[in-house]
C-alpha cells in the first residue's frame, strides 16, 4: 500500500494514451464487448465507465500491461486479438499493417518499458477496477423513492384494504428498463397513469365501506368515541404511507374526515386521498433522516420479499429499531420467506426474468401448429413457473434450472414433448433419454417466446441466452441494417443456418451475430413451438390461382423437402463450451462461472430497482460466493443479498443448516 500510494501521481502523466489510442479503440467498438455487462466480460480488458475522467482514462491505458508480452512485444494478446492474428470473437477491429494498427504497436512498445512503481501502479489500478474499489469511486446510490409497480400496487391494495379485484392491470402498460419493470429510471408518472390513480382510488375506497366496515379498516367502533375518527387516521394513514403520519399530515387528514358528517363516508373520503397521495404511490428505499430509516427499512424488506407492504409485525420491528442491526433484519427475512408472499414475488421476478409477457403476445402459423392455442401458451407459463418455484422452496440446487432431466406437464405439452399425458396435470415428468431436453432451455417456454411464428430463430435463441442467462449486452444493428434473411424457395431450399450465412461474410453483422447465431445453431432441432425435430421439413405449395384456397375435397398439390440440421455449436467467451443440444447448452451454463453470477446480477437488479456498477461488484462477489458455497441454494441468494445491501461491511456468514431446516 505504500507503493501504491507513492506511486499515485505517475497515473496521470500517461495522458497521450487519451489522444492517440483510445480514440482507436473506441472507434473500433471495442468497448461493446468488452465491458462489465458485455461478451468480454470475463477477459482482462475492461473499458471504463463512459463519463470516465482523463486520468481514470490515462490509469486504464497503463493497466493494458497486462496484456503485453514484455519480452516479446509483437505476441502481445494486445495487438493479436483486435488484429485477428489469432481468434478473435470479435473478428479484427484494428486492420494489419494500418496507421491504427502503427499506433497500437506504439503504445505497446511503451507499455513493455514500464517497470517500478510504474509497473505497480498499472497492475494495483487493474486489481482495484476488478475489485470494484476505489478506482470505482465511492458506492452506488439507490433511488430515495421508488414507485409502486402495478403489481405491487395490486399486492399493496389487497393487504391494505382486502380488495382482490387488482384494479392495476386495467392502468397503462409499463415498460422493461433493464430487463424488468421495476427499474427506478423508468418509473415516469405520466398524465395517463395519474388517471388511472385518480379513478381507482375513487373506485376502491367506495368499495371499502360497502355494506359498512366489511373489511375491518375500523378498530373502533364510530359512535364509541369523538376520537374514532382521529384514531382511523392515525393507523390507516400509517399503513397507506408506510410510517406514522406528521403531524401536519394528521391534522389535515382529520379535516377532511370531518367535511363529511356521516363516520364512513368520511372515512371513503380519506382512504381516497391518501390513495392518491405520492406517500402511497412512492415507498421510501432511501433515507438519510434519522427518524426514517427504520421505516425505509422495512418497506425496502416488505416490498422485495412479498412485493407488498409490511405487516403488523413487520412494522413493530421497525418502531422497535430491530432492523437496524444484522440479526434482527435476518429473523424478520427468514420470517417472510416462509410466508405465501414470498412466492409470489419470486413469481413475479421469475415472470420478468423468463420475459413471460413475449410468450403471452405471441402468435403462431395456425396452420403448421393447430395445437398451440392460448391453453398451451398458459400451460408453458404454468410449467416453468412451478419448475422454478420448486427448485427455490424445496432447496434444490438452482443451477439444475439449466440441467434437469424432467419437466411439469399437462396434456398440451406431453403432445410437445412426445410424452405420455400425466395422471394429474403438471406432474412432474421425466424427459425421455433421447430428447436432449434439459431444464428451462428444454421447455415450451424457452423454445416459443425465442422462435418466429412459422419457425425457430437461432438469432432470438442465441440473444435470449447472452442476455438472461449470461447478463451479456449485444450491440444493436447498425441503422439501415436490412435484417430480412433471404427467402425460402422451391428453387433453393435451405436451412436457417444456410440462411443465415450472410450474417458470418457482411463484416458489419459478422461480429454480432456470431454471438447470437453460434449459440441458437445448438437449438435448431426444437422448431417453433418448441417440439423436436430431427430434419428441417419444406412445404412448397403449388397453387393454380392466388385465390384459390384447400378445401378437403381438392387439396392444392404440395412438394415435400426435408434438410438435415447442422447442430453444431457454441458459446464465444466460455471455454470449452461446443454443444448440439439444450441438454448440453445446460451443462454449459450451469458450469459457467458468469452464469452463476448473471443469475445474482439479475436478481439483484429485480431487488435494486437498477443496474449493477463497479462499486457494487464486491458486494455481488459476496454474494455469488455465499450463493455458490450453499450448493446454489436461492433462498440463500435472497437472504444474502438483502443482508449485504443494507450491511455491506459485514462479512456474509449465513447458517446454511438454518436455512434447510426452515424450509
Known amino acids: 500500500m505504500i507503493l501504491f500510494l507513492a506511486a499515485a501521481p505517475l497515473w496521470g502523466q500517461s495522458a497521450d494514451f487519451r489522444t492517440t489510442l483510445f480514440p482507436i479503440l473506441e472507434k473500433a467498438n471495442c468497448r461493446a464487448c468488452h465491458n462489465a455487462d458485455g461478451v468480454a466480460s470475463a477477459t482482462r480488458l475492461h473499458f471504463p465507465e463512459p463519463d470516465a475522467d482523463a486520468v481514470k482514462i490515462a490509469d486504464f491505458g497503463n493497466s493494458l500491461v497486462v496484456l503485453v508480452d514484455r519480452q516479446n512485444p509483437d505476441a502481445s494478446l494486445l495487438l493479436r486479438k483486435p488484429t485477428a492474428r489469432i481468434a478473435h470473437t470479435g473478428g479484427e477491429r484494428i486492420k494489419q499493417n494500418s496507421p491504427e494498427e502503427a499506433v497500437l504497436k506504439a503504445w505497446i512498445a511503451k507499455l513493455a518499458q514500464l517497470s517500478g512503481a510504474e509497473l505497480a501502479t498499472a497492475l494495483k489500478y487493474r486489481e482495484l477496477e476488478s475489485e470494484g474499489g476505489s ?116 391534522q389535515r387528514y382529520e379535516s377532511l374526515f370531518a367535511k363529511e358528517p356521516d363516520f364512513l363516508k368520511g372515512a371513503q373520503l380519506v382512504v381516497e386521498a391518501m390513495l392518491q397521495s405520492p406517500n402511497f404511490l412512492f415507498w421510501i428505499n432511501r433515507t438519510s433522516d434519522p427518524k426514517m430509516k427504520a421505516w425505509a427499512a422495512a418497506a425496502r424488506l416488505s416490498y422485495s420479499l412479498w412485493d407488498s407492504m409490511p405487516d403488523a409485525e413487520l412494522f413493530t420491528a421497525a418502531e422497535r429499531g430491530d432492523l437496524a442491526t444484522r440479526q434482527g433484519l435476518e429473523k424478520q427475512a427468514r420470517r417472510m420467506l416462509a410466508d405465501p408472499r414470498a412466492r409470489e414475488s419470486l413469481d413475479e421476478f421469475v415472470s420478468q426474468w423468463l420475459r413471460f409477457d413475449r410468450l403471452t403476445s405471441a402468435s403462431k402459423d395456425r396452420r403448421k ?50 410424452v405420455p399425458s400425466p395422471a394429474r396435470d403438471f406432474e412432474r415428468v421425466a424427459f425421455p433419454a433421447n430428447s436432449e431436453r434439459a431444464g428451462i432451455l428444454g421447455q415450451g417456454l424457452f423454445l416459443a417466446l425465442t422462435a418466429k411464428p412459422e419457425d425457430s430463430s437461432p438469432t432470438a435463441r442465441g440473444l435470449f441466452v447472452r442476455e438472461q442467462f449470461l447478463c451479456q449486452h449485444v450491440p444493436d444493428p447498425p441503422p439501415g441494417v436490412n435484417t430480412n434473411l433471404p427467402p425460402v424457395t422451391e428453387a433453393k431450399p435451405q436451412t436457417n443456418r444456410d440462411r443465415m450465412s450472410e450474417h458470418t461474410t457482411n463484416a458489419s453483422c459478422a461480429t454480432c451475430h456470431q454471438l447470437m447465431d453460434a449459440v441458437g445453431f445448438g437449438l435448431e432441432k426444437f422448431d417453433a413451438v418448441g417440439a423436436r425435430r430431427e430434419q428441417l421439413v419444406l412445404e412448397f405449395r403449388k397453387k393454380k390461382d392466388e385465390d384459390e384456397d384447400e378445401d378437403g375435397k381438392h387439396p392444392i398439390p404440395k412438394k415435400i423437402v426435408t434438410l438435415p440440421l447442422n447442430t453444431n455449436a457454441y458459446v464465444a467467451g466460455i471455454p470449452n463450451s461446443e454443444f448440439s443440444s439444450p441438454q448440453q447448452l445446460g451443462a454449459v451454463l450451469a458450469k459457467s462461472s458468469q ?38 441454494r436461492f433462498k440463500v441468494l435472497i437472504l444474502s443479498l438483502v443482508l449485504a445491501r443494507d450491511f455491506p461491511q459485514e462479512k456474509l456468514r449465513l447458517d446454511v443448516a438454518h436455512n434447510h431446516q426452515s424450509r
Open 135 to 250: 478506482v470505482a469511486e465511492g458506492t452506488a446510490e439507490d433511488a430515495q423513492l421508488r414507485r409502486l409497480t402495478h403489481s405491487q400496487y395490486n399486492h399493496t391494495v389487497r393487504d391494505l384494504l382486502g380488495d382482490q379485484t387488482a384494479p392495476a392491470t386495467q392502468f397503462p402498460p409499463e415498460d422493461f428498463v433493464n430487463g424488468f419493470l421495476n427499474q427506478s429510471r423508468g418509473q415516469s408518472l405520466s398524465p395517463l397513469l395519474l388517471e388511472a390513480y385518480s379513478s381507482a382510488a375513487e373506485k376502491l375506497a367506495r368499495s371499502a365501506f360497502r355494506g359498512g366496515d366489511t373489511h375491518g379498516l375500523l378498530s373502533c367502533k364510530p359512535s364509541s368515541s369523538p376520537e374514532c375518527g382521529k384514531q382511523f387516521v392515525r393507523e390507516f394513514g400509517k399503513k397507506a404511507f408506510r410510517r406514522p403520519l406528521q403531524p401536519a399530515e394528521q
Open 369 to 418: 401448429f393447430p395445437y398451440f392455442t392460448r391453453e398451451t401458451s398458459n400451460a408453458m407459463l404454468t410449467e416453468a413457473r412451478t419448475f422454478v418455484s420448486d427448485l427455490v422452496w424445496n432447496d434444490g440446487n438452482f443451477m439444475q434450472l439449466f440441467t434437469a432431466n424432467y419437466g411439469y406437464v399437462s396434456p398440451e405439452l406431453a403432445r410437445i414433448y412426445g
Open 595 to 632: 452464469c452463476q453470477e448473471c443469475v445474482v446480477k439479475q436478481y439483484f437488479r429485480f431487488q435494486a430497482g437498477r443496474s449493477e456498477t463497479a462499486a457494487d461488484r464486491p458486494l455481488i462477489r459476496a454474494v455469488t460466493d455465499e450463493f455458490r458455497n450453499s450448493g446454489f
